[in-house]
């Protein structure tokens, strides 16, 4: 009624107008009034823009409307006519958990959308009227969840973006199946950034490897041309051919060429010493 109700006049005839876009809401709204009420409803169905497919549903209230804009605190309760409506929360309304969880969840139905958690999670509220959207996130924060305000073309956007903060929203407006689909999502959110995570971290070692192994390489063919392998012990011998004719293999596949007689610390290391032989050449060569 807040977020989505006005007043219509029929002649002398008062009536509540309650607009919404979805007809489940639309049914939820009739089904709660003739529960509680004693009147007459009705239903319009219509286009909202030419070129939209989307249809409007429009609940019409005749009867005890004074009585209902008493109780969902539009008017106050001693007023006879709705000369001036409330833009606030009444606190009577949401004194007690069972009250609160009705209200968010008939915001909701009003005025509230969630975006896809595929994309990114974002629950939000838009409403007209800024004292109430400033009640409506006391509310929520009240209830220790992070809700904060936007104004955004003539509206105020009540919103929540950290994806546990949405969940324990949702669930206190009973929506378990919307809670059951974020997390699904978020699940598989989750698998594919430890499947990226893993890719990444085993491309950035296959880079260090392969730049490792150039390097490697490199030296050896130098100390190949200048001084000739002969100048090298033959223990670093032994690991700089392996090294040419495997110039693909990581530190484990030269231990396995050679028997496993070294370990990878002592192939590692004695790559190292050739590094440093080729370098102690360059600097004596001048380059």
């Known amino acids: 009624m807040h977020v989505t109700g006005s ?22 709204v009739l089904s709660l009034l003739h529960g509680l009420y004693a009147i007459e409803t009705e239903i319009r169905v219509s286009r909202r823009k030419r070129l939209q497919k989307r249809r409007g549903y429009s609940v019409y209230v005749r009867g005890e409307t004074l009585g209902i804009l008493r109780d969902t605190g539009l008017i106050n309760s001693r007023d006879t006519l709705p000369t001036q409506f409330v833009r606030r929360i009444r606190r009577s309304i949401v004194r007690n958990g069972i009250g609160r969880r009705a209200f968010l969840r008939g915001a909701f139905l009003g ?41 955004r073309k003539g509206s105020y956007v009540v919103y929540i973006k950290e994806g546990e903060h949405i969940a324990d929203l949702l669930a206190m407006m009973g929506a378990y199946n919307a809670i059951l689909n974020m997390e699904n999502v978020r699940i598989i959110k989750q698998m594919r950034n ?17 730049n490792a192994s ?44 050679t028997g496993g007689s070294v370990g990878r610390s002592g192939i590692n290391h004695r790559l190292r010493r050739i590094n440093r032989f080729a370098q102690e050449l360059r600097d004596e060569r001048g380059g």
């Not at 995570?197 to 296959?206: G, V």
């Not at 490199?218 to 090294?243: C, D, F, H, K, S």
Request: with cysteine; charged share 25%.
């Open 214 to 257: 150039y390097k490697q390489i490199e030296n050896i063919r130098y100390i190949q041309e200048t001084v000739g392998m002969e100048a090298l012990p033959e223990p670093l011998r032994e690991v700089a051919r392996l090294r040419l004719e495997n110039e693909d293999a990581t530190l484990s596949d030269l231990v396995r060429l």
């Open 111 to 151: 005025a509230g959308s969630l975006s896809n958690p595929e994309r990114a999670y974002h629950l939000e509220f838009v409403i007209h009227q800024e004292e109430f959207a400033h009640d409506l996130c006391r509310l929520i924060c009240g209830e220790g969840l992070g809700a904060r305000v936007i104004r």
């Open 7 to 28: 007043l219509g006049l029929t002649g002398s005839k008062m009536s509540i107008v309650v607009h919404t876009e979805h007809p489940g809401v639309a049914r939820r």
């Open 194 to 210: 430890d499947v990226n995570r893993a890719i990444n971290c085993e491309t950035a070692n296959l880079d260090k490897t392969l």
